[in-house]
């Protein structure tokens, strides 16, 4: 027993080393197939270990890894390669320079903003994919807003029918109170003059001017009946009666032509307010000859006459002309209270509104076919 062990065992050497060396292709092999069936992006993770960071998940997660230069730089705008060109128009097909073109977002944020060539042209570059719509504004033009679009990828997108229309006027309407209005049509009546010179405030050149308050025709009444250029009228007047001898009962001389220009004088003052301001105040009729200046000779010497006799309501309307005719018939009353004694009475009151309306006549015809020419400070055409 002693003899044959240890033969065995020396025999079992070259076993062992046999077997040694069978092994080694073994574990090479086995080595090679587990490579084989790890994952190609787990080797790449393995591999750039020491660049980045591996986070821990749970088993059988797949491993998420994040580079902090590359993470820094997708926040950064990506910068695409289409773009957007087109031609700002008018309806004639005429280009529009200056105009501010957008570029909008889907989401409706502007991207890009620019002014339209000498051309009309407009191009934006270097666009990402995506949604857009065109907003174009120019001055005096209305908005243009283009229906949305889709550009790819290095497409090069045209706008069609970028074709601005003129804007609609904004018209402002300002309400203001009539007796505003018809202050300042006052005004423009008070410098009308014949040659310059003689008065012709009680003549409207508008149509449809506004009526005027009560205080409004007194203060126009005042206004033309002590203008300066009336005494040299009521002078005259009564200078035609002493040569004429009219009114006998004044006399001659100095003290008949002071007491005819006295009477003349009131004459016109009492009359003026009577027929200008009081009874039209009273009555809501509107003093003033309305100018007609078109259509024909006859119509118009029709519309001059029916004037002495018709005038416009304060509300516009066409009434009797009531205010001149108790007027003048009342400023004849009272001319009774300075006549001599010899004149006064029915006669003289009837008379004085003969002659008044005789008067009125013929200042109208002057009115509707001379005035306009010679009348200084004309507003409007005077057309109805």
Not at 28 to 51: D, N
Not at 77 to 90: E, I, N, Q, R, Y
Not at 323 to 330: A, K, N, T, V
Request: glycine residues 8%; aromatic residues 10%.
């Amino acid at each position: 027993m002693g003899v044959t062990e240890p033969r065995a065992a020396a025999s079992s050497l070259p076993w062992k080393h046999a077997l040694r060396k069978a092994a080694r292709p073994c574990v090479f092999a086995s080595a090679s197939f587990l490579l084989c069936m790890v994952p190609a992006s787990a080797l790449a993770q393995l591999g750039t270990a020491g660049r980045g960071i591996i986070s821990r998940s749970p088993p059988g997660a797949p491993l998420a890894y994040s580079d902090p230069q590359n993470s820094a730089q997708q926040t950064l705008p990506a910068k695409g390669s289409a773009s957007v060109a087109g031609t700002v128009l008018d309806v004639s097909g005429a280009s529009i320079s200056g105009a501010d073109v957008s570029l909008i977002h889907e989401d409706g944020t502007q991207l890009l903003a620019m002014v339209s060539e000498a051309n009309g042209e407009f191009n934006f570059t270097k666009i990402p994919a995506g949604s857009y719509l065109v907003i174009v504004n120019a001055k005096g033009f209305a908005p243009f807003t283009s229906v949305e679009f889709a550009v790819a990828v290095e497409q090069a997108y045209e706008v069609p029918d970028v074709s601005l229309s003129i804007a609609s006027a904004n018209m402002e309407v300002t309400v203001r109170p009539t007796e505003l209005i018809a202050a300042e049509q006052i005004r423009a009546e008070e410098k009308q003059r014949l040659i310059g010179i003689i008065p012709n405030f009680y003549t409207s050149y508008i149509h449809d001017a506004a009526p005027l308050t009560w205080k409004q025709k007194f203060s126009l009444a005042a206004r033309n009946t002590f203008d300066p250029v009336t005494y040299i009228g009521v002078a005259f007047s009564a200078g035609m009666e002493q040569a004429t001898n009219a009114y006998a009962g004044y006399g001659q001389g100095a003290a008949g032509y002071s007491k005819r220009y006295a009477a003349k004088f009131v004459d016109g003052r009492s009359g003026a307010f009577l027929t200008h301001a009081v009874f039209p105040a009273l009555l809501h009729q509107d003093p003033r000859y309305y100018y007609q200046g078109f259509g024909s000779v006859k119509s118009r010497l029709m519309h001059a006459v029916s004037s002495a006799f018709v005038t416009r309501s304060d509300r516009g309307r066409t009434v009797p002309n009531s205010s001149y005719l108790l007027g003048d018939m009342c400023s004849g009353a009272l001319s009774n209270l300075y006549y001599p004694k010899a004149n006064r009475g029915a006669n003289l009151v009837f008379t004085n509104a003969a002659v008044g309306l005789a008067g009125r006549v013929g200042t109208n015809l002057i009115r509707e076919f001379l005035s306009k020419g010679l009348t200084t400070n004309v507003p409007g055409n005077g057309i109805l």
